[in-house]
């Protein structure tokens, strides 16, 4: 005989016990923003308690974003997964993270992963793009991997490759936090939420007529009476620096900058209502909780004015990593033009002195702008923009009606506002950055940012509710390059990520355009 018994039995117990992975589609898997390429092999990777993460020896610095992907799939799956450098991962199973310096064509955010029935293999050419590619992993997980409680497996990934990488290097989202305040535990929700979706750059409006919300050590008044207030009234707050720092390396962790936004010289009444002598007539304002815009100026004609925004910038620079500093410059209708030129231009100057590139709502077109400044188009009026593009300036496209995210859904919305229209979920996907402002090409734009200013928005369940569905059409719009994107095929991904949004805990507005399942 061959065999004898033991032996036959032992090898049935051994064929049991090492199931066959479950065919997976991957092309059929929803994935959002669409990566670039995609090839499905109709396999799978089973990640079970016994599987580990590698990097390679020398590259150590790939522990963190390791152990992110751990802790990101620990309280779903309860495994305690293990980060181990070695000589050799590409010879181990389980999950393996490289930088591969060879891989230049994928710039600083594109990846590569291909998964077999062995391994999970993301590559990069930088920690960005291995960051990025981290975010697929997690989508091709069921989306209970999303869950904080512990769920039941197994946790099976489609095997097959994909290519990715951004059409576009700006991506991001602003969060008005002036209008009404948010905590530093907010800001790190909104932080994980555009994240999740690839966005790179978290702009923060600190300043406006309702609020100071920043520390300026130089000018303790702007937030001790300034932040103390916000829109209807009622107790506000800041940012100590200590808490920014905080913010600013939370997003770095994600790979996503922080550009901070010093509003003037309009939407600075908070300012003008801490220190009298900022004002031209030098009485100091009454703090403001109403909604009007375009009522207050800083003197452009006073000397103390720009020793203010020395301090405040030459403050802010030195605790933003980032190489952008916003100034805001819009709507400052109280504002002569004449003095709004002059003022921005000094501005200008001061940002540049302290390290910076300038940033600006697209308004800041009036002025002599330097072609490293970058100019936010938001309003209708494309002419801010064409003046931009003549001084060789990038633009950064937030058109109101298409990417404000505080703009009401429709007239039943119960949050934001209408003064741009209505933004249903496929008014905000439905529209291509190039094609936006005529005159305005792919070559003068650097991506997509989307605001949600927070009038109406006191929470962040109402923040949630105006960003979800529609920030994931936004990361999509600037990230993939699809010729035949459209939202027909767009709506059913979308509608096919409600209990990803479950999991997550996303309170999201269920428009009823898209096919939720
Ligand atoms: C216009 S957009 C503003 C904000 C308002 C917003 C409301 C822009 C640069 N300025 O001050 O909050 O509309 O949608």
């Known amino acids: 005989r061959l065999f004898n018994l033991s032996q036959v039995l032992l090898f049935a117990v051994l064929l049991f016990s090492c199931k066959t992975p479950t065919p997976k589609d991957l092309s059929k898997e ?12 109709g396999s799978s990777f089973e990640w079970t308690e016994k599987t580990n993460i590698y990097v390679s020896v020398g590259q150590e610095e790939l522990k963190a974003i390791a152990k992110y992907l751990a802790d990101f799939i620990a309280p779903a799956t309860g495994f305690n997964t293990e980060v181990n450098a070695v000589k050799n991962p590409n010879s181990k199973k389980g999950i393996v993270l490289l930088l591969n310096r060879e891989l230049t064509a994928l710039g600083d955010e594109g990846y590569q992963l291909n998964i077999t029935e062995k391994r999970v293999v993301l590559e990069a050419y930088q920690l960005a793009g291995l960051f990025r590619g981290l975010q697929t992993i ?11 409680d512990l769920q039941a497996g197994p946790w099976e990934l489609a095997s097959g490759t994909i290519e990715d990488k951004p059409e576009y290097g700006y991506r991001g989202a602003m969060l008005d936090v002036v209008r009404h305040f948010f905590d530093v535990a ?39 009476h300034g932040g103390s207030t916000q829109v209807d009234g009622g107790k506000a707050g800041f940012y100590t620096q200590a808490e920014y720092s905080e913010i600013v390396k939370y997003a770095l962790e994600r790979y996503i900058t922080v550009i901070p936004e010093i509003d003037m010289p309009g939407h600075t009444n908070a300012a003008l209502a801490s220190y009298a002598e900022l004002n031209a007539d030098g009485k100091a304002r009454d703090l403001y909780t109403g909604t009007d815009v375009g009522f207050s100026t800083l003197d452009a004609n006073k000397e103390i004015t ?20 916003h100034i805001g410059g819009d709507e400052s209708n109280a504002t002569k033009r004449k003095d709004y030129i002059s003022f921005v231009n000094r501005v200008q100057d001061i940002v540049n002195a302290h390290g910076k590139k300038m940033m600006g709502w697209a308004d800041i077109s009036a002025a002599n702008l330097k072609d490293n400044t970058i100019a936010q188009f938001w309003h209708t009026r494309t ?6 593009v003549k001084q060789n300036v990038k633009i950064i496209m937030s058109p109101a009606k298409r990417a404000y995210m505080d703009i009401q859904y429709d007239s039943l919305c119960h949050l934001g506002l209408h003064w741009a229209g209505y933004t249903e979920v496929d008014d905000a996907y439905d529209w291509t950055l190039e094609s936006n402002v005529k005159g305005i090409s ?5 991506g997509i940012e989307a605001p949600l200013w927070t009038e109406t928005v006191e929470t962040i369940d109402d923040i949630e509710y105006l960003v979800f569905p529609r920030l994931p059409g936004y990361a999509e719009l600037a990230w993939s390059n699809h010729p035949d994107k459209s939202w027909v095929e767009y709506k059913i991904r979308l509608g096919k990520q409600k209990s990803r949004f479950e999991h997550m805990g996303i309170n999201y507005y269920p428009s009823a355009l898209v096919p939720w399942e």
Do not use: C
């Open 30 to 41: 929803n994935l959002i923003p669409k990566p670039a390429s995609l090839v499905a092999t």
């Open 138 to 148: 997690r989508q091709l997980f069921p989306a209970r991997i999303e869950s904080k």
């Open 186 to 224: 907010d800001v790190k929700r909104f932080i994980d939420l555009i994240a999740a979706y690839k966005m790179n750059v978290l702009h923060l409006h600190l300043t406006d007529d309702q609020g100071w919300r920043i520390e300026i050590k130089a000018w303790p008044n702007l937030t001790k």
């Open 306 to 325: 720009y020793k203010f925004i020395d301090d405040v910038i030459g403050e802010l620079a030195a605790i933003t990593p980032g190489e952008y500093i």
């Open 383 to 388: 002419k801010t923009a064409l003046d931009a």
């Open 442 to 446: 792919k070559k003068d734009i650097i």
